[in-house]
């Protein structure tokens, strides 16, 4: 138990020659790392709505100026949806919250995914 007393390492009787066979040699490798997968925040369609909240929420929450915040809610009304920027994973996410709570807030149905880039 603790009344032991711990012996003391051994020492070897001679260091490693240097080029001898015992001898070990790490090599550097060069390390690939992939960009993070990046997502696209898509506004959905829907009848209900105003266009105008919709170049509101582009202009806030992804910092458009008006032209192209409109360009992007025509392009929502007449195809159905409209990426309005990409972002990584954790941005996307937030700023998919963001516009949800938003569009809750002011009553509209609003909806608004993030997908993968591919």
Do not use: W
Not at 3 to 13: D, F, H, L, N, Y
Not at 77 to 98: F, I, M, N, P
């Amino acid at each position: 138990m603790a009344s032991q007393i711990p012996k003391k390492p051994e020492t070897p009787a001679a260091p490693p020659a240097t080029g001898s066979d015992d001898s070990v040699v790490l090599e550097r490798r060069t390390q690939r790392v992939q960009p993070p997968q990046m997502y696209q925040v898509v506004l959905l369609n829907d009848d209900f709505t105003p266009m105008e909240f919709v170049v509101q929420v582009i202009q806030e929450y992804f910092s458009k100026d008006r032209e192209t915040a409109t360009q992007i809610m025509l392009k929502i009304h007449l195809e159905g949806k409209g990426v309005c920027g990409v972002y990584s994973r954790d941005v996307a996410s937030t700023k998919v919250d963001q516009v949800l709570q938003a569009a809750r807030s002011a009553g509209h149905p609003l909806q608004c995914v993030s997908e993968p880039v591919e």
